[in-house]
C-alpha cells in the first residue's frame, strides 16, 4: 500500500516538469536590435517570438521546428530564417504504372529521392513562407555521399548535432552563414 502512495505522490511531482516549457537559444540580428527563439509550450504546441529589449515585437503561434533548430531574425525584425540540421528522409515519387507488354523506364538519372528534402525556410512575422532552400539546391549530387543517414533522418550540417566544423551564423551584415557537409560556405540573404 504505501509502495502504490508513493509511486502516486511521484507521479503527481512528475506532472509539472513534464508540461514545463522548453525555450530555444535566443539569436540575436546582426544589429543587434532583435532576438528570436522558439519555445515549446507543450508537445506539438510552439510559438516563435521575436523581442526587442523593450519586450515582444511579435509571436507567431506555430511550430516552425524545434528547440534545437537554428533561428535568424532579420534587422527590421520581420523576417527569419530557419535552418533544420535533422530532417526527415524525402520519400521518392511514386511509380509509373505498369503497361503489359512494355518495358518499364530506367528510374531518371540526378540525385537520390531522401535528397529532395527542405533544410531552410524564410518565414515572414505572419507565418508565411518566403523562401525555401533543399538540400540537393546546396550540394552537388557527388556530395551527398558526405550527408550522415540515419535510418529516418539525414544530418546535413557542420558545426551540429556531432558533425565537426563551424555552425550556422549571422555576420555582422546581416547574412546567415554555414557550412553543409562535404560543401562550400552558403549564404542566406534576407
Known amino acids: 500500500m504505501r509502495r502504490q502512495a508513493l509511486a502516486l505522490v511521484l507521479m503527481l511531482l512528475a506532472l509539472p516538469a513534464l508540461a514545463e516549457e522548453r525555450k530555444g537559444r535566443a539569436r540575436v540580428s546582426a544589429n543587434g536590435l532583435y532576438s528570436v527563439r522558439l519555445v515549446e509550450e507543450a508537445p506539438g504546441q510552439c510559438r516563435l517570438e ?3 529589449e523593450s519586450g515582444p515585437v511579435w509571436q507567431l ?8 533548430d537554428f533561428f535568424f531574425v532579420s534587422n527590421d525584425g520581420e523576417r527569419v530564417w530557419v535552418l533544420w540540421p535533422l530532417v526527415e528522409k524525402g520519400k521518392p515519387p511514386p511509380p509509373p504504372p505498369k503497361v503489359k507488354g512494355k518495358k518499364q523506364p530506367k528510374r531518371p538519372k540526378g540525385p537520390p529521392a ?5 533544410v531552410a525556410a524564410q518565414y515572414d512575422s505572419k507565418g ?3 523562401q525555401e532552400k533543399r538540400l540537393t539546391e546546396l550540394l ?6 558526405e550527408v ?10 557542420e558545426g551540429t548535432l556531432g558533425i565537426p566544423g563551424k555552425g550556422p551564423r549571422l555576420t555582422d551584415a546581416g547574412v546567415v552563414e554555414f557550412e553543409p557537409v562535404g560543401g562550400t560556405t552558403q549564404r542566406l540573404t534576407f
Open 128 to 130: 508565411n513562407r518566403l
Open 148 to 157: 550522415r543517414q540515419l535510418t529516418h533522418h539525414i544530418k546535413w550540417l
Open 61 to 68: 503561434p506555430q511550430c516552425l521546428g524545434t528547440v534545437d
Open 140 to 145: 552537388a549530387t557527388k556530395q551527398l555521399t
Open 50 to 52: 521575436v523581442t526587442k
Open 114 to 118: 531522401w535528397a529532395n528534402v527542405t
